[in-house]
Every structure is written in structure tokens, then in C-alpha cells.
């Protein structure tokens, strides 16, 4: 495919895609709210674009990690209710109140300090509770939930909602799964009545039981992944292009980039791409004559990395295509319909959530589409 605009990559971002990932998952967990996780730049897609897109499609609720990102969030979405993953920062909760975020409490310290802060103003700021049932990450521990309890109680205050995080949610049939359902009904019956929340998108896709009154789903609304083994039913969101420099031919006991580490074993042709690690093409995907490395689509057909991945240049062996070599300037697709995030992340020994937050390299980035439903 022809680059659209001189020898720059392009990043495309479908937010039609991302859209209708949103409410084919708000269809799965019908009878629940379908909240959208946008932290990490929405997992490096824009969290702007991103919270726009989603909120057109339905999505009120939106999860973050940082109170910066939550501000992105608001500032996009005056009407949004946005959660704050990792809880309210020390001396924050003026912030928090006046942009209208709620921290997801997770200790002690600083459920302490949100309900100071409630007294002073008396008001009963919202907020979130998150119980660790066993990922032992943030959260407050399971013998916490009594305290939390009576210390609300005292005081009268109800939380908007009681949350905890799955370990295995990505393998449905992991024993830990049903032991973490089990533990969080155990803290839910600390507080009646108040809203749960347990399912990321893989728990969103493992049933029912793990649904309640709120589902957060992230990757799989990027069109990444979430269970293993399973065809993946999401669209694909982004697609990246990046540019071909130069085609070169390359002779029988050659050997490519650095380290030599790739020997040719026949006359070739080489296409040296202006894309390297520096871009987030993982290392990783390099190819030995070894170990098969990464792949890229060039003219309809998938084409091996090979030699290491450097900062700025990747070389792909293009052979195979015969005399239809690409040309100069032309697109070699890294991400997209051809090839996928997770057959990337496959390659490269890691998770489709690390390639999509690596994506900031030297290109430049397209949204297309919108939130909104076809007419
Ligand atoms: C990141 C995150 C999610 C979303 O997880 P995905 O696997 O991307 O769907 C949900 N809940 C919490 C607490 C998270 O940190």
C-alpha cells in the first residue's frame, strides 16, 4: 500500500473499530454498565480521541490509573464519571473533588484521608473501594474489609462501588478464577446493596458469574486479545504503515545488521524499512538463522525480519515476492488486517498490551471514523 504522505509512517487509528468493539461487549455483558478502560493513553491509542469515541458509543464510565490521566478524561468528557485505578494521591483530593473524579480506595491511609476530607466539607464524595482477592497487587486485603466497613458505617458514608481485579481471567478455566469469584462474594456481603465490579475483558468473555453490575473492559476494546486459545472476536483498531527506503540485493554468505547475526543462505532481495526499535519494533522480533523473528506485510504476502532490529532500520527479506518488489516510499504494513497486535506480540515473546503501548514512534497518526452509529 502506498504511504499516504511523503516517507513518514502512518498510524491509523479506526475509531469506528474501536467503537464497535465497545458495543459489541456491551451486548455480551447486557444486564451490566460496560465501563471503558483509557489509562495508558488508552493503551497508546490517545486517550482523547479514545474517551471521545467511546463515550459516542455509550460509554459513561471510564477507568484510568493516574489523576493526570483522569483530567485527560474530563477534559473530553465534562459528563463522564471517570475512576482513578490507583486511588487518591496524598494531598490530592482537592484535585480530585474539583475535577470530579473518584479515586478507587485501596488502603487505609487512604480511605482515612477521603473521608477527612468528606467530614470537612460534609459531603459524601464518591468513590470506589478495590479488594485484593488474590492478583496481591493494590487493593485493600481481604481481613481489611470489617474495618472498612465499620468505619464507614460510623460515619455514613456508601461507596459507589466495590471492585477487585482477576489474575487468570485470560485462561477461563484457572481454578484461581473461581477462588477469586468466591473471595469477592465474601467481601460484597460486607456491603449490601452497593454496586460490584470484577471483570476485565477476559472476565467480561468468561460468563455471567463474573459480570455483576459493571464490567471494565480494556484490551479488547483496542481489538486486542483477551483469551487465550480462543479466536479473537474484536476488530482490529490500529493499522500501521511504515515506510520502505530502499530495496537491496544481498548475496549467498552475506550477512545483515548488526552483530552479523543473520547469514544469507541464498541471492536476495532485501527491503530495509525506516522502522526500528526506537518506534516500539521490539527487539525481540529480529530473526537469526536461528530463531524465526518477526513478519511484515508487503505486497500480499507476509515478510521476514531478518538480522537484529536496529534504532532506525529493519531488514525484511522480500524474495519471495519475486519481480513484484515494492518500490521506494511504498508502505510495508507492521500492524493491521495482514497482521495482527497479537501476532506481533506473539513474535516478540510479550502481550498485545506491551505493542500497543509501545506505539509511539516517528510517524504520524490518523484517526478515522467516529463513535457514532451508522446512519
Ligand atoms: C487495566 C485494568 C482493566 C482492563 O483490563 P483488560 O485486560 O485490558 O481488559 C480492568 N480493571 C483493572 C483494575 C485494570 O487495572
Known amino acids: 500500500m502506498a504511504l499516504t504522505s511523503g516517507l513518514g509512517g502512518q498510524l491509523s487509528i479506526d475509531l469506528g473499530a474501536l467503537a464497535r468493539n465497545w458495543r459489541a461487549l456491551d451486548k455480551v455483558s447486557a444486564g451490566a454498565l460496560t465501563a471503558a478502560v483509557v489509562k495508558a493513553d488508552a493503551y497508546g491509542i490517545g ?19 493516574t ?23 496524598p494531598g490530592a483530593a482537592n484535585l480530585y473533588i474539583r475535577q470530579n473524579l473518584m479515586p478507587v480506595l485501596s488502603s487505609m491511609s487512604m480511605l482515612e484521608e477521603w473521608l477527612a476530607k468528606c467530614v470537612e466539607r460534609n459531603e459524601a464524595y464518591p468513590a470506589a473501594f478495590h479488594f485484593d482477592t488474590g492478583i496481591n497487587r ?29 489474575a487468570c481471567a485470560d ?10 469469584l468466591a473471595l469477592f462474594g465474601s467481601v460484597m456481603s460486607q456491603f449490601p446493596g452497593i454496586p460490584a465490579s470484577l471483570a476485565n475483558s477476559a472476565g467480561l468473555m468468561t460468563g455471567r458469574d463474573y459480570h455483576f453490575q459493571m464490567v471494565r473492559p ?28 530502499q530495496v537491496a540485493e544481498g548475496r549467498t554468505g552475506e550477512t545483515v545488521g548488526y ?54 532500520l529493519t ?23 495482514h497482521i495482527g497486535v497479537d501476532d506481533q ?31
Open 47 to 65: 486517550i482523547d480521541a479514545a474517551s471521545k469515541a467511546l463515550h459516542a458509543a455509550g460509554a459513561r464510565f471510564f477507568f484510568v490509573a
Open 67 to 89: 489523576p493526570d490521566e483522569g483530567m485527560a478524561v474530563r477534559a473530553a468528557l465534562p459528563d463522564a464519571h471517570v475512576f482513578i485505578l490507583y486511588g487518591l494521591y
Open 138 to 166: 493494590i487493593g485493600f486485603r481481604l481481613n481489611e474489609a470489617g474495618l472498612v466497613r465499620e468505619r464507614i458505617e460510623a460515619l455514613g458514608y456508601a461507596p459507589q462501588m466495590v471492585m477487585s481485579h482477576l
Open 171 to 180: 485462561t477461563p478455566n484457572h481454578e484461581k478464577n473461581r477462588t477469586q
Open 218 to 245: 480494556g484490551i479488547a476494546l483496542y481489538g486486542g486479545r483477551a483469551v487465550n486459545g480462543r479466536k479473537n472476536p474484536m476488530q482490529p483498531v490500529v493499522t500501521l504503515h511504515v515506510p520502505i527506503l
Open 259 to 312: 552483530g552479523a547475526a543473520y547469514t544469507l543462505n541464498r541471492n536476495s532481495r532485501l527491503a530495509i524499512l525506516g522502522y526500528g526499535y526506537a518506534d516500539g519494533f521490539f527487539r525481540s522480533l529480529s530473526g537469526t538463522n536461528q530463531r524465526p523473528g518477526g513478519k511484515v506485510f508487503i505486497r500480499g504476502k507476509l515478510c521476514p525480519v531478518i538480522g537484529r532490529i536496529s534504532m532506525d
Open 315 to 337: 531488514v525484511v527479506d522480500v524474495t519471495e515476492l519475486g519481480s513484484d518488489l515494492p518500490m521506494p516510499g511504498e508502505g510495508a504494513e507492521v500492524l493491521g488486517a
Open 345 to 375: 506480540a506473539d513474535a516478540a515473546g510479550t502481550i498485545g498490551y506491551e505493542i500497543l503501548t509501545s506505539l509511539k514512534g516517528r510517524y504520524t497518526r490518523n484517526y478515522v471514523g467516529d463513535g457514532r452509529l451508522p446512519e
